[in-house]
T-cell receptor
Framework: AQSVTQLDSHVSVSEGTPVLLRCNYS??????LFWYVQHPNKGLQLLLK??????LVKGINGFEAEFKKSETSFHLTKPSAHMSDAAEYFC??????????FGKGTRLHILP | KAGVTQTPRYLIKTRGQQVTLSCSPI?????VSWYQQTPGQGLQFLFE???????NKGNFPGRFSGRQFSNSRSEMNVSTLELGDSALYLC????????????????FGPGTRLTVL
């Protein structure tokens, strides 16, 4: 069985400081992992994805994530937060032939 | 290239009614998936269609159904609406098989917000 856990429901950081959104997964097979962002009243936008190539994945808007198999983690980071990063972020796990599983989401707040 | 479009964007219905939501995928995409998003349950997978066939289904009652047309456009229908069906319904399209046969990236539409009174 597969699952995904986003360890924080809310994260607050000051503008210009680093962002860390944590995600742990459980999967019987080699998973594909994704991070999506959802701004208020908008659909989901793909930030980045891991599909068994490089373990450090770079995405849009300066975000990146590192796949750590030993820790079953896929944490999302950004060196310097911007006000426009305030949104909800979803970690997603997919395996071949199985259902997509979304994390519960982490709401990122950016403090001025 | 135009993104995934969903219509209508907002909908208000009363209990017992039925509703049909529409989704037009990105041109060339053949897989369409539907999701329900609520504050309590988060994002939950409803079903996936590929080449007019349902390929995968989540754990929702039979009141939730869908179909896909030959041009890959998809509709989702909910019959006998309940208050708990109030949610944001998201549609996503992908190039090939999506969930059923691969891990193609899914691209999401803006959603239809359904309110059941």
């Amino acid at each position: 069985a597969q699952s995904v856990t986003q360890l924080d429901s809310h994260v607050s950081v000051s503008e210009g400081t680093p962002v860390l959104l944590r995600c742990n997964y459980s999967s019987s097979y080699s998973p594909s992992l994704f991070w999506y962002v959802q701004h208020p009243n908008k659909g989901l936008q793909l930030l980045l994805k891991y599909t068994s190539a490089a373990t450090l994945v770079k995405g849009i808007n300066g975000f990146e994530a590192e796949f750590k198999k030993s820790e079953t983690s896929f944490h999302l980071t950004k060196p310097s937060a911007h006000m426009s990063d305030a949104a909800e972020y979803f970690c997603v796990v997919m395996t071949r032939g199985d259902k997509i599983i979304f994390g519960k989401g982490t709401r990122l707040h950016i403090l001025p | 290239k135009a993104g995934v479009t969903q219509t209508p964007r907002y909908l208000i219905k009363t209990r017992g009614q039925q509703v049909t939501l529409s989704c037009s995928p990105i041109s060339g995409h053949r897989s369409v998936s539907w999701y329900q998003q609520t504050p309590g349950q988060g994002l939950q997978f409803l079903f996936e269609y590929f080449s007019e066939t349902q390929r995968n289904k989540g754990n929702f009652p039979g009141r939730f159904s869908g179909r896909q047309f030959s041009n890959s456009r998809s509709e989702m229908n909910v019959s006998t609406l309940e208050l708990g069906d109030s949610a944001l319904y998201l549609c996503a399209s992908s190039l090939a098989l999506g969930l059923a046969g691969g891990t193609d990236t899914q691209y999401f539409g803006p959603g239809t917000r359904l309110t059941v009174l």
